[in-house]
Nanobody, 121 residues
């Protein structure tokens, strides 16, 4: 029904920057919140940031002041600008969206496949 595809991950040195992108496609009537989560091997999935359809944002304390979430509603896309990266930011980053696939559908949650971010010297 709805596919989310992330891109932009990679290897970066501590203090560096990366910009993640996530594009939603498929049967989409309306997208509500879009968010980023991350997961380290052996740990649970951790909330990073969320943005509403109106542009309201919220961040995990661990990334406040360093990460910025934004979205382009015309492109059904969400972005995560990550600055001042630390080794502790190393994880697989997942995009999440709350979507009405059709006018008649309830809101469902969809996830991307994840993109690896590695912060290391």
């Amino acid at each position: 029904q709805v596919q989310l595809v992330e891109s932009g991950g990679g290897l970066v040195q501590p203090g560096g920057s990366l910009r993640l992108s996530c594009a939603a496609s498929g049967s989409i009537f309306r997208i509500h919140n879009m968010a980023w989560y991350r997961q380290d091997p052996g740990k649970g999935r951790e909330f990073v940031a969320v943005i509403s359809s109106a542009g309201y944002t919220n961040y995990a304390d661990s990334v406040k002041g360093r990460f910025t979430i934004s979205r382009d509603n015309a492109k059904n896309a969400v972005y995560l600008q990550m600055n001042s990266l630390k080794p502790a930011d190393t994880a697989v980053y997942y995009c999440d969206a709350s979507v009405n696939p059709t006018f008649y559908s309830d809101v469902s949650e969809f996830w991307g496949q994840g993109t690896q971010v590695t912060v290391s010297s």
